[in-house]
């Protein structure tokens, strides 16, 4: 049961945007622990996909962007393709369980 | 390439010993915090501690330690995930990481391609 919580799915059409919210507490999400998210097809491993709340490694496409805000973090993917379709987690540290964490996780379908 | 390439498939009994490894390559490997991730079957990703190869410090999820052991050998850039006496529950696919970042903002990039551990009588 994780301390970082995610909606199960969410969808959309092609070209559509749609966000994943992945909510926490003051113990892991906020000022002083960044958020980072990973995406995994189906069979693979994860792959990182957006690091330090924000950041994105080279290689992943600008329609992938994450934000935090209070104790909540967001990843957006805009002009949504049949090839995001996957399930995506978000990570942090909680100093509360002196352990890293992952969100619960969210799979993403395109209509 | 920075690379993280695993040991193969393992089905074993209940109570057995088994170690399995992670061979980095393409990145210093003493000077990096290689770590692991567990996924049981359908669900989600789970931590379960982290290695520095340097000085082999180690630091593990509270809730699975005493349950497994994270090992290093930096001579031969290679991490290993051990349990004395394996269970059913133990059944999952294991990921090796190099974790990256700074203080307690630490984030996995790459990860192995996994190993699939099945604990059956």
């Known amino acids: 049961q994780s301390v970082l919580t995610q909606p199960p799915s969410v969808s959309g059409a092609p070209g559509q945007r749609v966000t994943i919210s992945c909510t926490g507490s003051?113990?892991?999400?906020?000022?002083?622990?960044?958020v980072h998210w990973y995406q995994q097809f189906p069979g693979a491993a994860p792959k990182l996909l957006i690091f330090g709340d924000s950041s994105r490694p080279s290689g992943v496409p600008d329609r992938f962007s994450g934000s935090k805000s209070g104790t909540s973090a967001s990843l957006a993917i805009s002009g949504l393709q049949a090839e995001d379709e996957a399930d995506y987690y978000c990570?942090?540290?909680?100093?509360?369980?002196?352990?890293?964490?992952f969100g619960t996780g969210t799979k993403v379908t395109v209509l | 390439e920075v690379q993280l390439v695993q040991s193969g498939t393992e089905v074993r009994k209940p109570g057995d010993f088994l170690k399995i490894s992670c061979k980095g390559s393409?990145?210093?490997?003493?000077?990096?915090?290689i770590g692991w991730v567990r996924q049981m079957p359908g669900k989600g990703l789970e931590w379960i501690g982290i290695i520095y190869p340097g000085d082999s410090e180690t630091r593990y999820s509270p809730s699975l330690q005493g349950q497994v052991t994270i090992s290093a050998d930096k001579s031969i850039s290679t991490a290993y995930l051990e349990w004395s006496s394996l269970k059913a529950s133990d059944t999952a696919m294991y990921y090796c990481?190099?974790?990256?970042?700074?203080?307690?903002?630490?984030?996995?990039?790459?990860w192995g391609q996994g190993t699939l551990v099945t604990v059956s009588s």
């Open positions: 003051r113990s892991n999400i906020g000022p002083l622990y960044g």
């Open positions: 990570q942090s540290y909680d100093s509360s369980l002196r352990s890293y964490v």
């Open positions: 393409g990145f210093r490997f003493g000077s990096s915090w």
């Open positions: 990481v190099r974790s990256q970042g700074h203080d307690y903002t630490l984030w996995f990039d790459p």
